[in-house]
Each structure stands twice: as structure tokens, then as C-alpha cells.
């Protein structure tokens, strides 16, 4: 069953669908908000986080090891900007804004959350 939902931000509004039984989300569309254009890099970030949400809301997290196994790479990287524990901190290479979601304890256990520099996921 697919389902359609609707994402509002200050840039605009995101549409994309979940497939529960396919375990997948797309995007369908983005509508900016009035005066807004938004560049490229930020469609394709937005794109990329709605996956990783979507693949934590539909297929749950990952297990413990491989959660562990993300946050060793993280741990290691120079991109990291880390935090005291047990948070690990956030990543300065993913553009991501500093915000709870995209911590990288939290953003670790979302199965289509990936590295940029290609470390995990």
C-alpha cells in the first residue's frame, strides 16, 4: 500500500510516497514556497534525508552492530564535529543543518542513511 505524504519546510513543500510493503519512499515533488528557489545541492539533500526517514519509519532500525560498525567510521572522520557522549556528534561534510535528527546516533540507525565521503550506508 502506498501512501502520500506531505512535508512542509521554509523552503517549500515536499511530496513523496511510502511503500510499506516494498519498503521504499520517492520523491514525487517539490513545490517552493513564495521566493523561494532552491539551489540543487539542497532538492538533492532534502531528497536524500526524506529516504532516510521514510526507511527508519518503515523498516525500523538497524541493529545494534551495525549502528556501532557506521559510528566507529564516524568517529574516525575528520569531517566530525563531535559532541561530548554519548551523543557522537555531526557531520560537516553532509550538509545537514545541527539539529537532533541529524546527529549521528540518530542518523546511524536510519537503514538508507548514508555517508557522503562513502564510509557507510
Request: hydrophobic share 40%; with cysteine.
Given at each position: 500500500?502506498?501512501?502520500r505524504?506531505?512535508?512542509?519546510?521554509a523552503?517549500?513543500?515536499?511530496?513523496?510516497?511510502?511503500?510499506?510493503?516494498?519498503?521504499?519512499?520517492?520523491?514525487?515533488?517539490?513545490?517552493?514556497?513564495?521566493?523561494?528557489?532552491?539551489?540543487?545541492?539542497?532538492?538533492?539533500r532534502?531528497?536524500?534525508?526524506?529516504?532516510?526517514?521514510?526507511?527508519?519509519?518503515?523498516?525500523?532500525?538497524?541493529?545494534?552492530?551495525?549502528?556501532?560498525?557506521?559510528?566507529s567510521?564516524?568517529?574516525?572522520c575528520?569531517?566530525?564535529?563531535?559532541?561530548?557522549?554519548?551523543?557522537?556528534?555531526?557531520?560537516?561534510?553532509?550538509?545537514?543543518?545541527?539539529?537532533?535528527?541529524?546527529?549521528?546516533?540518530?542518523?546511524?540507525?536510519?537503514p538508507?542513511?548514508?555517508?557522503?565521503?562513502?564510509?557507510?550506508?
Amino acid at each position: 500500500m502506498t501512501r502520500r505524504v506531505s512535508i512542509a519546510t521554509a523552503d517549500g513543500t515536499w511530496t513523496l510516497d511510502l511503500d510499506a510493503q516494498a519498503r521504499s519512499a520517492a520523491v514525487v515533488s517539490f513545490a517552493p514556497g513564495a521566493g523561494a528557489a532552491p539551489d540543487p545541492g539542497l532538492i538533492e539533500r532534502a531528497a536524500s534525508w526524506l529516504r532516510a526517514e521514510a526507511s527508519l519509519a518503515l523498516e525500523g532500525p538497524l541493529a545494534a552492530e551495525a549502528v556501532d560498525a557506521r559510528l566507529s567510521q564516524c568517529r574516525s572522520c575528520p569531517h566530525l564535529e563531535p559532541l561530548p557522549a554519548p551523543q557522537v556528534g555531526w557531520c560537516q561534510a553532509c550538509g545537514c543543518p545541527r539539529s537532533g535528527r541529524a546527529e549521528l546516533t540518530v542518523k546511524a540507525t536510519m537503514p538508507a542513511a548514508s555517508c557522503p565521503r562513502g564510509r557507510w550506508g
